[in-house]
């Protein structure tokens, strides 16, 4: 049998609930669908639109770690160059840490491109859009920008 499967929300552990929460709206423009933050059970639901899309699990300590097993980075796709550009803006208002210098084409010549940033945790995040980035540079060549940060 043959199942059609889509993502449906994305979840992820986090240190501190609560700057994880205004990270995520401020940088990304998620609302808050729901949250749980007293006791020891802390979590909060983001989406758009009514629709979940994020959840985050005050679960954790320390940082991100590329050296384990586990998620590699969470993308994020919209329209055009001029949203990544305008999400790039409010990243660098809030100083956020990029991996390249500004919006980047995922390979040598390809359409497709964006920005790669961590967000308060260290967690590996990109923001993209599939079309417009021809020009831009490349910082892995030929090799997928997405990959190697």
Known sequence: MS???????IGLNVADLERSIEFYRRALGFE?????VDGER???FLGRDGKLVL?????????????TPGLHHLSFQVDSLEQVRAVESTLRELSVRFA??????HGE????????????DGIRLEVYTLAGA???PAPSGSAPTCGFF
């Open 42 to 44: 802390r979590f909060a």
């Open 109 to 120: 010549g390809a359409a497709s491109g964006g920005v790669f940033f961590t967000d308060p």
């Open 32 to 36: 808050q669908l729901t949250a749980s």
């Open 100 to 105: 390249h210098d500004g919006v980047v084409a």
């Open 55 to 67: 959840t985050l699990w005050e679960q954790s300590t320390g940082s991100f770690s590329t050296a």
């Open 3 to 9: 199942v059609a499967l889509a993502t449906g929300h």
């Open 134 to 136: 021809e020009s831009l």
